[in-house]
């Protein structure tokens, strides 16, 4: 059970891994328990529902869902678990993620979704936010956040302008 995921990253296709990966990435970085799977919300609506009824019995202490477009994924993901989702709004071909970030963000009262910046910026942050989830619990992890602000700090204080 050590490695039993703790945090869960789905995307509603496999062309949202190009974005989806920097949220990986970062799980990586801190070592976190994860795992990372293609579930549709309108191909495999099935599968979602199974996939959040069974999340927090299996110890996933938050997911973080992108999708492009009509983006119900986080939404519907939500609507059938207690689990923290955090909904990445992945780019659209036609409308550039503005749909898919309206999607997302516009729950209706009730049932809450944290809801990040539209592409790769987005998704990295959700990885850092579901860290800070695990973070409130494991003073391990608590340290490595803190430690990655400091590095992060010290890279823009060092920044330098070619004036
Ligand atoms: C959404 O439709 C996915 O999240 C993806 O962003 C978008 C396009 O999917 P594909 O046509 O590339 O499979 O469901």
């Known amino acids: ?11 509603g296709s496999s062309s949202d891994w190009d974005v989806m ?3 990986v990435a970062i799980l990586k970085e801190f070592g976190v328990a994860h ?3 293609v579930i549709s919300a309108h191909r495999m609506p099935d599968q979602m529902f199974a996939y959040a009824e069974s999340a927090r019995a299996r110890g996933v202490r938050a997911i973080i869902a992108g999708a492009g477009g009509a983006a119900h994924l986080p939404g519907m993901l939500a609507a059938k678990t207690i689990v923290p989702i955090l909904g990445v709004p992945v780019p659209s071909k036609y409308l550039r993620g503005e749909d898919s970030l309206l999607s997302i963000v516009q729950m209706p009262k009730g049932i809450p ?6 592409g790769e910026a987005g998704a990295a942050n959700a990885a850092l936010a579901a860290i800070a989830i695990l973070a409130t619990t494991d003073d391990k992890l608590a340290a ?3 430690q990655f602000r ?4 010290q890279i823009a204080v ?6």
């Open 1 to 11: 059970m050590a490695n039993a995921p703790l945090i869960g990253v789905v995307m």
């Open 21 to 23: 990966q920097h949220a």
């Open 35 to 37: 795992e990372a799977q």
């Open 113 to 118: 979704v944290s809801t990040f910046a539209i």
């Open 144 to 146: 490595s956040l803190e």
């Open 150 to 153: 400091v590095k992060q700090t």
């Open 158 to 163: 060092e920044m330098k302008l070619p004036v």
